[in-house]
């Protein structure tokens, strides 16, 4: 059972990392488009 968390945890901040670094390029777009216009 106590694995079982533990590989859920792990999956969800892998998940959450994932997430951040979309947001991350995202905003990197957004500053590269904003810099062209």
Do not use: D, G, P, T
Not at 6 to 31: D, F
Request: without cysteine.
């Amino acid at each position: 059972l106590q694995e079982e968390l533990i590989s859920v945890k792990m999956r969800e901040a892998e998940s959450n990392l994932a997430v951040k670094e979309m947001r991350q390029r995202l905003s990197e777009l957004e500053q590269h488009w904003a810099a062209r216009y």
